[in-house]
């Protein structure tokens, strides 16, 4: 879907949807948009509503109730696919989360495609939810894992990546955008490295989705996951994309109610998918608020969002950049995210001295402990933005800093 980018300023967009935002209190800087977004008041009505009036189950229910609900669950997974641009809302998986999304493709998909010496290739910044599935399978079916280095300003290198991948390649499990370093990925380029030798491309999709206009097709990827919460919605559930046939192809990874065709002592027959891989009663509400957080989302504009975004890293860069003390890590143009370090003191101790002073980053190994080894540290603070936040948040930091160093001396 095509969109309108307007100019807007870095305080612009944040002032305007602030208000939307009831949990982010007058005089709180919540910088930690990447780990979850706060929630519109849309959002919370739509969960509300989901509970309050027109809850029931979906797909089991003859009354009429059960049939609305399901109707609503299903246009649920219809707004995702249109988000995203997949073929068919059948494409839509929906779980618990991005962590659940990857580990069906590594348990369904991987686990009964790749034989001994095949070889799987992430990035030296994966999320460990982009690592950890992938070193159970291999260690399971007799792989092995290959990792792409990074570029001198920290974005995964794709030259290297050409470089080094080969037929015995079958998966390639990449970030779209970098929980760490906001690094953002060429995702249509590495589609096509992956291709070229026969292998699959899943991306992590967690950090694009909230400030990146998203179209699996355009990319060609062959999996895509991202979660509700980082997107403005519930937690507790979460999307796979894959192409139609993969899913076609792959067989169940849990077992339950809903995704059957029949079952009986003698041998069960499973249901097509989507219905395949959601066992169990879903998570009906949190599709709905899912569906709700996309529309505002779409609503205000993502290709603004992500404008908006650039304006404040930028500005917050500059102002963190000619502090003496302060190193920061990534590439100047990342999306929505900047991590840092103050010389001689403890991300830990960073966080907690913001804090008192109402500024809220993430401070820690963001689940990203070998890209921590690869930069020398121990953890990182991680200051990142969402669509509430201002101008006026950035300034709150950078005294929150100066402040930290004054302690510290």
Sequence with gaps: MSETVVALSADDLGRRHRADFPAIPEGWA????????????????????????????????????????????????????????????????FLRGATEAINLVAQSWAATTLKPGDRILLSALEHHSNIVPWQLVAERVGAAIDVVPLTEDLRIDLDAMAAMITPAHKLVALAHVSNVLGSVLDARRAAAIAHSVGAKLLLDGCQAVPRLPVDVQAIGCDFY?????????????????????????????????????????????????????????????????????????????????????????AEARAALGALNSVTLFGPEDSAGIISFAVQGVHPHDVGTILDEAGVAIRAGHHCAQPLMELLGVPATARASFGIYSTSADVAALVRGIERVTRIFG
């Design 225 to 313: 996951v991202f979660s509700s919460h980082k997107l403005y919605g519930p937690t507790g559930i979460g999307v796979l994309w894959a192409r139609g046939e993969l899913l076609a192809a792959m067989p169940p990874w849990q077992g339950g109610g809903a995704m059957i065709d029949r079952v009986s002592f003698a041998g069960t027959t499973f249901a097509p998918p989507p219905a395949r891989f959601e066992a169990g009663t879903p998570h009906i509400v949190g599709a709905l608020g899912l569906a709700a957080a996309i529309d505002y989302v779409e609503g205000i504009g993502v290709a603004n969002i992500h404008a908006h975004e650039a304006a404040l890293v």
């Design 30 to 93: 919540y910088l930690d948009s990447a780990v979850t977004a706060q929630k519109p008041q849309v959002v919370i009505d739509a969960i509300a509503r989901g509970y309050d009036s027109s809850y029931a189950s979906v797909h089991r229910g003859v009354y009429q109730r059960s049939a609305d609900m399901t109707l609503a669950y299903e246009a649920a997974r219809a707004r995702t696919a249109r988000f995203i641009n997949a073929r068919a809302p059948e494409e839509i998986v």
